[in-house]
């Protein structure tokens, strides 16, 4: 999140044609919960635009790639990784310990689609799981992220929005954002 260190998250395993949604939503929850940037494994050119196009609009900072070296993205990370998995420790009796490694230093967070490779979770620093029962990778980045920052990143300002959403009690909103 802005003013700390950064959060990157690595989509991997993308796959062109299937995956295009749910890329697209992983990126979005990146953004909206916190993170810096998003890196894309695979050929995800539509949802890159997707998630750009909706940070020009409603603000950021927030970054997205591509990637062609996934694995080496996380082999030479130089920070705390962390890989979402139902497989793995329970975020409740990690994530003190995630929090004061981020203080420290980045942290990458490995977001699966298809079949997530073994070194990865070798490689990994934690293998976290948010839920040990089926549940959909952006369920898992966002109760993630929201442990990670507290809360904090829903009080966020963001910077060179056009618009923004105003909160209403029902109906939906959205207005331009008057440049002071």
Do not use: C
Not at 4 to 27: A, I, K, Q, S, Y
Not at 99 to 104: G, Y
Request: net charge negative; hydrophobic share 40%.
């Amino acid at each position: 999140m802005h003013g700390e260190n950064e959060v990157v998250v690595l989509r991997l395993g993308h796959r062109p044609g299937r995956d295009n949604r749910m890329t697209t939503h992983v990126g979005l929850t990146a953004r909206a919960l916190g993170a810096d940037r998003v890196s894309i494994a695979g050929a995800a050119s539509d949802s890159k635009a997707t998630i750009e196009d909706i940070t020009d609009r409603f603000g950021g900072p927030f970054e997205v790639e591509l990637t062609t070296e996934p694995r080496a993205l996380v082999r030479d990370w130089a920070g705390t990784v962390v890989h979402l998995t139902m497989y793995g420790q329970r975020i409740q009796d990690v994530e003190a310990d995630i929090r004061e490694a981020h203080a420290s230093g980045p942290v990458l967070i490995v977001v699966g689609a298809e079949k997530v490779p073994f070194d990865v979770y070798e490689q990994a620093d934690y293998n976290v799981g948010v839920t040990n029962q089926p549940h959909s990778e952006v369920a898992g980045l966002a109760v993630f992220l929201d442990r990670l920052f507290e809360g904090r990143q829903l009080d966020r300002e963001w910077e060179n929005a056009d618009r923004r959403v105003v909160p209403k009690e029902t109906g939906k909103r959205v207005e331009p954002v008057d440049e002071e």
